[in-house]
C-alpha cells in the first residue's frame, strides 16, 4: 500500500498568513493526488485535483504543486472560512489513501 | 444540480447486515466509477471500494479491512450504487460516503471530475 504523511497534523495561524501543507507519498504517484478541506459534520470538499488544478469555484489562493512523491497546498492569505482540516488522497493505485490530516486553526 | 445522496445508515447490532445507497442526479451515472469512503467518529478518512462503469465491466476493488464482508453494487437504471454490508464490526462504526470518479482504464487516465462530488454522508453504527 502508499502510505501519505501529510505534515503537519496541526497548524495554528492568522487570517491573513500564508501556509504551506506538504504530502509525501512513499511511492511515486505521477499527479493522482487531490486535495480536500473538511469541515466538522460536512462532506469533504475538493479544492486540488491532478496535484495543481484548482475546482472551479475554490478561490485562487489555494495552489497546489508536485508530482511524483512530494506535494504542497498552499494558502496564499488565509480567510476565516478556511480554518477546517485539510486531507490529501492518492488515487494512483488500490487501496486509494489518505495523510492523516492537517487540521487548521486560528492563533 | 450535480448532486449525490447517500441513505440507509442506522443503528445494528454486530454481526448483522446493512445496505446503503447512493442515488445521483444531474450527471450521467453510468459513466462513472462510484466509490464509497468512509469515516470513523473523530478520525481521518478511508477509501472503503469502488466499482467501474458497465462499460469497463463493472469491476470492483475493496480495501482490505472490508474485503469478503462488503460488496458494491449498482443500477445505472436507477442511478444507485449500492454498500452491502455484512458481518458488521463496532470498528465500521462511521459516516459513509460515495463519490463519483471519472476514469479511463485502458489509459488509466483520470479526468476532472475524479472524486468532486461527495454526498452528505450517511451514519452507521454498529453496537450491540
Known amino acids: 500500500d502508499i502510505q501519505m504523511t501529510q505534515s503537519p497534523s496541526s497548524l495554528s495561524a492568522f487570517v491573513g498568513d500564508r501556509v504551506t501543507l506538504t504530502c509525501r507519498a512513499s511511492?511515486?504517484?505521477?499527479?493522482?493526488l487531490g486535495w480536500f478541506q473538511q469541515k466538522p459534520g460536512k462532506a469533504p470538499r475538493r479544492l486540488i485535483y491532478?496535484?495543481?488544478s484548482l475546482q472551479s469555484g475554490v478561490p485562487s489562493r489555494f495552489r497546489g504543486s508536485g508530482s511524483g512523491t512530494e506535494f504542497t497546498l498552499t494558502i496564499s492569505s488565509l480567510q476565516p472560512e478556511d480554518f477546517a482540516t485539510y486531507y490529501c488522497?492518492?488515487?494512483?493505485?488500490?487501496?486509494?489513501?489518505f495523510g492523516q490530516g492537517t487540521k487548521l486553526e486560528i492563533k | 444540480e450535480v448532486q449525490l445522496v447517500e441513505s440507509g445508515g442506522g443503528l445494528v447490532k454486530p454481526g448483522r447486515s446493512l445496505k446503503l445507497s447512493c442515488t445521483g442526479s444531474?450527471?450521467?451515472?453510468?459513466?462513472?466509477?462510484m466509490s464509497w469512503f468512509r469515516q470513523a467518529p473523530g478520525k481521518g478518512l478511508e477509501w472503503v471500494g469502488f466499482?467501474?462503469?458497465?462499460?469497463?465491466?463493472?469491476?470492483?476493488e475493496y480495501a482490505a479491512s472490508v474485503k469478503g464482508r462488503f460488496t458494491i453494487s449498482r443500477d445505472d437504471s436507477e442511478r444507485i450504487a449500492y454498500l452491502q454490508m455484512n458481518s458488521l464490526k463496532t470498528e465500521d462504526t462511521g459516516v459513509y460516503f460515495c463519490?463519483?470518479?471519472?476514469?479511463?482504464?485502458?489509459?488509466?487516465?483520470?479526468?476532472?471530475?475524479?472524486?468532486?462530488?461527495w454526498g452528505q454522508g450517511t451514519l452507521v453504527t454498529v453496537s450491540s
Open positions: 466499482i467501474s462503469s458497465k462499460a469497463y465491466g463493472g469491476t470492483t
Open positions: 511511492q511515486g504517484i505521477r499527479n493522482d
Open positions: 444531474g450527471f450521467t451515472f453510468g459513466d462513472y466509477v
Open positions: 488522497l492518492q488515487h494512483n493505485s488500490y487501496p486509494y489513501t
Open positions: 491532478a496535484a495543481s
Open positions: 463519490t463519483r470518479v471519472d476514469y479511463d482504464f485502458w489509459s488509466a487516465y483520470y479526468g476532472p471530475d475524479a472524486f468532486d462530488i
